[in-house]
């Protein structure tokens, strides 16, 4: 029933930015944990950030300084700010959120919004 709806994503300039939003029909106050994961054709889809409900974030190593996660509760949004993008930042991003229940993790996924990093 929950809906998670990414957007922002593009084509972009190596050195130029992006700024995905990721809109839930959930109040994202509910899941414990959400962020974002991302994967490009013939690669293993890796954590790029994530933010706890108390707001806590974590980054995957090759976005660090680079990438910041964040959350608007009164919209509903979780978004993601990306700098000095790569071409190796190329992928699909995927929005996840995570519900901790007593006989596990209940993931709810976006549909994935492209992302395009030229040389």
């Known amino acids: 029933q929950v809906q998670l709806v990414e957007s922002g994503g593009g084509l972009v300039q190596a050195g130029g930015s992006l700024r995905l939003s990721c809109a839930s029909s959930?109040?994202?106050?509910?899941?414990?944990?959400m962020g974002w994961y991302r994967q490009a054709p013939g690669k293993q889809r890796e954590l790029v950030a994530s933010i706890t409900n108390s707001g806590s974030t974590n980054y995957g190593d090759s976005v660090k300084g680079r990438f910041t996660i964040s959350r608007d509760n009164a919209k509903n949004t979780v978004d993601l700010q990306m700098n000095s993008l790569k071409p190796e930042d190329t992928a699909v991003y995927y929005c996840y959120a995570d519900y901790y229940v007593n006989i596990g993790t209940k993931t709810y996924w976006g549909q994935g919004t492209q992302v395009t990093v030229s040389s």
């Open positions: 959930g109040i994202i106050s509910s899941f414990n944990r």
